[in-house]
Each structure stands twice: as C-alpha cells, then as structure tokens.
C-alpha cells in the first residue's frame, strides 16, 4: 500500500514568496523582531504530527480552549498599523487594524445569533487608526477607535486567527481537511457498521474523517430494502437531487437512459462530468448481486494523477488545462439537456489535484479544441486510462447484499465487471451529496465528540 | 442605459495563438488549402449578428436542419491523419481520424437509447488510420478503418462539429449561450406574465433566455400564496435544497439565523458563498410588502467587475486572485456550519468574469492572506464596493404581492433597504436553482419551440 501526504508532495509547488517568509520565520521565530512584525510568529512552532488515519490533524497545533497562553502585553504599532499582541509563553503574533475593526464583535457590529457581520463595508475606514489599546482584567484585548467606538477581543479567538504562515495553515487544515492519503491496489478499504454510523456520533465522525482523508468507507450490515442512502443522507444532512432522482436504481433497464443502466462492463469514471459541479460524495447500496460479474472496481485518482505528473508531465499539463465538453440528455426525474466543460484533472491555485472529471460514456462527441491540439489530447488521455487501469493501482471488491460503500466522487474512479444475471436482477441504489454538506456534518460531529477545537 | 458585449471587451484576452489562428484563417478562408488542414475552415464566414435580446445567438451562424450543404467530397489525409471533407458550397472540414473513430456513431460504439459513447477509450487506436474513405448514396461519409469496422457520419452532424475556430465558436454559445448584456441604473428590467411563463414554451422560452442574457426578469400576476417559487422551479426541473430549506421565508424573525431575516438594510451581496458552488439564480416571491421601506436594489456585477478591471485593475487582479474564506454556522433545515474559500471575482481561463462572490455579513472572520496583503484586500474590496453602490449602477424597485423577481446569483448583486413593518409582516419566499439545471430546460424548450438547430 502506498501512502504519501499531498502536503509533502506539493512543498516544491508553493508560491515562492511564500517560502521565503518561512525561511525568514524559522530564523526569527524566537524574537518579537521587525520581521515578526512584517508576517507574525508563535514563539515555538510545535512539531506537527499528522497521524496517516484518524481524527487527529494539523488542527492539533492549534492551541486548545483553555489551554492557550493569555495576552501579556497588547499595543499598537501606529505606523504599521498592526496590533502586537504578546503572549504569556512569549511568543507574539500581529493584527492589522483594518481587519480588527473589521472583526470586531460587538452587538451592534455582528448579529450574534447568526454569527454574522452587520457592520457594512461601506462603513468600514480601510485606514483606520486606533485611539487606545489594553489588557482588561479579564485578560481580553481592548480597543478604542478614534470614533470612540470599542471592541474587545478574547485571547482565543485571537490567538485562533494569528497570521503566521503556521497558524494559518493549521487553521485551514482543521476547516477543510485537505491532507490526502493516496493508495493503490494494496489497500484494504476501511469497514464500519451501518447501524453504529447512523446512531452513534463517535462512528460517525470516524466513518466522515476516513472518507474525507481516503476517500472511500465501507459499511456493512444495511437493511436489504430500498431507502437506505436516503437514510444515510439525512444522517448528514440531505442528499443532492440530480436529473436522475433522489436516489436511484443501477439496474439491466430496456431503453436505458445512463450506460450504468446495462450488464455491460463500466470503465473507470467518475459520475455526472456533464455536470460543472459533479456530486463530491456518492453512496451504492447493493440490495442484489449478479450471478455472474459485477464485480465493483476503485482507483485513486488522485495517486494516479501524481504518477502522471511525474512521469508524464506534458500529458498531465494538457489534461489539467484544456476543458472538455460533456453532455447528458434524455429522461428520467424530468427530461434533461446537460453540458457542461471540465477540464479531466482540476488542480488549485496551488497546484494540487482536486478533482478528476472523466467518464468516457459522457464525453461529448463536441471538441472545442483547435485541430493542431486534438491528438495531443487523446494521446494524454489514453496515457492517463492507462495508468488507472493498471492491476497495481486497482482495488476490486464484490458487493453484496446489505453492503454499502461510500466514495468521493471528486477523487475516485470506479468501475464494474460486466455481468450476467438468470433468475433475479442485479440491483444497487445510489444517492449523490456535495462536499460542503458533509464538511459541515463532519465539522458539528468532531464538535460534538472532541468539543471545539 | 449602457450595453456591452463581453465578447468584444474580451477580445483582447483572448490567447495569442487562438488570435494568431484566426488570422490567418481569414487570410486563407476562401482556399482548401495546407493552412485550413491545419485549422479547420467553412468558405463564407457569415456575418454574425447579436440581437441584444430575443432568441437568436451566435448559433445562427450554424447551418439549419435541411438547410445545410451536402457533401462533395470527402477523401483522407494520411499524413496530416485528417479527413476532408468539401461541402457542396465549396467550403471545407477538417477531421481528425481519431477523433472520428471515437465518435463513431453504430450500435457498437454508440448505447443509442442514452446518446452516450460505449467504445472504451482503452480499446481506442489513437493513432488509427483509415482503410478506405466514401461518400454514400444517401451522401453520408463512411469510413472503413484498418480493422475493417466502419462508421458512417451525417452531413449535419459533422458539420455542426466542424473544427473551425468560427464553427467552435458559434457551437459553444449554442450550447452555453455565455454572451451577456451589461447594465446599468437605466434598465428597465424586462417583465413577463407569471401564469405565461408556466403555460406557454414561448414564454418560457423568453423568460429563460432573457434571465441568461440579461440576468434579470421579473414575473407578475403570481397568486398570493407560498408555493409559487417551488411550481415555477417546477417548470424548470427541480429546485436546490439548501441548509436553509427547498424554500425559505424572508422574515423578520427573532434570533435570525441569517441577516435576511431581520429588518435592516442589506447591502448588495450574493446569497451563499459560504458554499463552494453558489446557486447559480434565485427567485424571490413577494407575499406581504412593508408599510415603509424594504425596496430591492439590484446591481451588475459583471458590469461593475469589467469597469474595475479598466479603472483599477490593481483591485481586480487582487479580488481576481486572493481566495476569501467565508462562514455560515447555524441551524434550520437542519444543523450546519459550512465554510468555503471563494475569490471575490471569479474569472474563466480566456479571463471573462463568470462568478461574483460577496457577501459581507458571511466573510469570515478568518482571513487566510500574509499580513501584507491584508491591506491591499481591504482596499480592493471597499473600491468594488464603492462602485457598486453608485447610484448610476443600481437599479432599485418596489415589490409588491404576486410580483417574483427571478436573477442571475452569479452575476447580479442584491440588496434590500431597511424597513417597518407595523400591521403586517414583510414577507418574501425564496428558492434556488443551479444553472446546469436551468440551462438544461432552456435547451429543451429552444428545442421545442424552434426545432433542433
């Protein structure tokens, strides 16, 4: 099994400047020097250990309720227009005012119940100074702008939103889990219990953490009966409605509208391309098996993707800029004509691969592409089937009935056998959901178990 | 009122090569010539007229059913590995051999009943070439591949897929309509009978391509009751569950879970980009006006984006670049805490802006930049703001019961002005859709009202 951290794999990726003021960090990160000033610093950036599965993440860096340091000493650097705020443990981080007065949390600048700023931009003085600033007895930051309006701040809170490139980082790891675990065929899928996912928050938020980090959960022991994605949906939150229904039956179907309505082989492929935004999270629920086939096939997109941008990186280049036309018509919840362009492998700003868009069955027999580009495409294309297909990097498996798997739809491919039924029809139900649901139930779930972090 | 075609404030965006290309396609229009193998071509480039508003789009320049030419000649190009094909009126197309032994449309290439590809790209040559080359009695152009398998292809079809930069072109804003008008406080935003909408296609029709052009329509005459956004999502296809219900009720309301639900102003926002995918339009149904204020503002923010990009451009490189995060914690459909980062503008590959994203009251409190970049956010921020605000850009208007405003969420900017309501309650339902969704109908409906183009 081959496991490697995106975080490590990207180091090379990230923005130059960006590097440079972590050199100059490392060098300054015992002082409350002017180049603290200039990107804020904690006095000992801890070792971060970010455990291959689990809940634990680079969150954990992050100080915890009650136990962080409180504010020794606040000020205000008027000509940098920066609050430094020292810490008990020594260590310093910086605050522009702007996004002080921006932030500040008073009744009249944030509606509490809805956790929302009231305060509009229009109001807001970008260059902003402040009239005082100091320590309360109940060791909160306080500040008097020249308005002679006040806001204070909690240490927490504070010390949650420092700017450091640390602090940063650990913070969006612990609001977006990014890290990734690749994999290829060595990998044994991860099972849990059907009934202790839904009733118990604990397995819960196990199953949501693995998923997220792994990108594919097995669940075992579901009623044999149709409804249960639709039940596992409402344990998140709801399911995502699509122009094939709430949830859906894969079945052997005359006329069939979808090529995963037939016995025939599936190739590797991600769902509904046609789509911009394709379901994050998808569920199949297998309530009868084939007598014959129908074994289920996953790859790691992701790991494949790696591969092809180190061994092939102008096919990878291609397949991560040009955008291709995907299409979808017929009738199944209503009468649909979709299309969409995707480009086969998404990466961000960063250069990390964050979405595969591919299902041969769907690609348009469009080509928006310039003739001088076209076997360029399909050359690359063929290299990056290739590579999934390949025994090493396929994990396959066979559903049966009470089985229910769980995958990320945005990172792997998945496939069939081709089958044969006699007496009785093979039949899984599907359901779709988007990422930002199931973030959200993670997020109230790790609340729940671990308190707020 | 100020009217602007993106496509031709873009041009100068537009890659090099793509320009260079079609410069020297026009050189070489008239001529089968080495450069048209290279490019693709059709002999008489149509003058291609944009009606501001109505039905007809770029796809005009596209032959009609029956009404295009027939094929002359059709021969192989072995070394350049292109079919030829010379139309009746002189013109001609390029294609390439891979391209059409992928796209071959038989039985066994081809699942008829989803229109979707069954030909797996591992059994694809991608360096196929071609055995024999004809046009048949029925002046189709059939090709007998080494393999001794053969696919015919209809006039139409391949000329509708032309590889020309013209034929691409026209294609893509058939299928996209992606050609915008731009507006300003002069508008007067275009008004349809709600009962029609629902009842006629052309009506529908009208409503719908309008909405993509424009990005705004209101509707009247709807009953006076909740319900009426769901039927008309209904017309479409099927509306966007969100955490805030299929529907949800713009109320004043005690512990709000949003800022919508109280009284005060709005400034001019999105809705929802604490989700990764906003919704792509809105439809707000008013019920119950108040007795004082409480009129809607509505900006365009892609006309408002494309004058900071010519009058500040700093500002729009930075809100083009710099992701936001944004937050939204609470419980109502049922319990979430959804965090997203978005940039404030968003912009396509060829740099046409595609996706407003502001909402001031979700930004979150956690701002993932360097602290020196903290400041040139804020500033290019309040200068969009300020621009939006102008009162030579907003168009404000009073809705009244039975009126339905349906919008673009991913272009226009909305807003509200405070209000009292003393008697009565103020009450407006809303619903969301995506434009995948929204596109889909509008394709159908084009289909049915003028036939297939």
């Not at 992050?62 to 008990?88: C, F, N, T, Y």
Request: net charge negative; glycine share 6%.
């Amino acid at each position: 099994m081959c496991l490697q951290k995106d975080s490590l794999l990207f180091t090379a990726t990230r923005h130059t400047t960006e590097l440079t003021f972590r050199m100059l960090y490392s060098l300054a990160r015992f002082k409350c020097s002017l180049l603290q000033v200039l990107k804020g610093a904690s006095r000992t950036p801890r070792p971060i250990t970010v455990p291959r599965f689990g809940h634990q993440t680079l969150a954990a860096a992050l100080p915890a309720v009650g136990g962080s340091p409180g504010v020794r000493q606040a000020r205000a650097l008027d000509h940098e227009r920066l609050l430094q705020v020292q810490w008990d443990d020594g260590a310093c981080s910086f605050y522009p005012f702007t996004w002080l007065r921006d932030n500040c949390q008073c009744p009249l600048c944030t509606l509490q119940s809805a956790q929302a700023r009231s305060i509009l931009l229009t109001d807001l003085d970008v260059h902003t100074g402040v009239d005082q600033v100091r320590v309360t007895d109940s060791n909160k930051v306080s500040i008097t702008w020249p308005d002679q309006h006040n806001s204070e701040f909690e240490p927490d809170w504070l010390k949650k939103r420092c700017f450091s490139p640390e602090a940063r980082q650990a913070r969006q790891e612990e609001l977006f889990l990014n890290e990734r675990d690749f994999w290829d065929s060595g990998l044994q899928i991860p099972t849990l219990d059907f009934k202790e996912v839904l009733h118990d928050d604990k397995a819960a938020l196990d199953w949501l953490m693995t998923l997220r980090r792994l990108g594919i959960v097995y669940l075992k022991g579901a009623p044999v009966e149709q409804g249960q994605v639709a039940r596992l949906s409402q344990r998140i939150g709801y399911l995502r409605l699509t122009f094939y229904g709430h949830t859906w039956q894969v079945q052997d179907k005359p006329m069939a509208n979808n090529i995963a309505y037939t016995s025939g082989k599936l190739s590797l492929h991600t769902d509904y391309p046609a789509l911009h935004h394709p379901p994050g999270v998808q569920f199949l629920h297998c309530l009868q098996q084939a007598q014959q086939g129908g074994e289920s096939e996953v790859v790691d997109g992701f790991h494949v993707a790696e591969f092809l941008r180190r061994e092939h990186p102008d096919a990878f280049n291609t397949l991560t800029s040009l955008r291709v036309d995907f299409t979808d018509t017929g009738s199944d919840y209503c009468d649909f004509s979709v299309q969409s362009k995707n480009r086969i492998i998404d990466v961000d700003n960063e250069g990390r691969v964050v979405r595969i868009n591919y299902n041969n069955a769907t690609r348009d027999s469009v080509l928006d592409l310039p003739l001088d580009q076209v076997q360029s495409f399909y050359s690359s294309l063929k290299t990056f089937v290739e590579l999934m297909d390949q025994p090493e990097n396929v994990v396959t498996y066979r559903m049966e009935p009470g089985d229910l798997v769980t995958f990320d739809n945005w990172r792997l491919l998945h496939g069939r056998k081709r089958y044969v039924s006699h007496s009785s029809l093979r039949h899984l139900e599907g359901a779709y959901l988007d990422w930002d649901e199931v973030m959200s139930r993670l997020r109230i779930l790790r609340k729940a178990v671990h308190g707020d972090s």
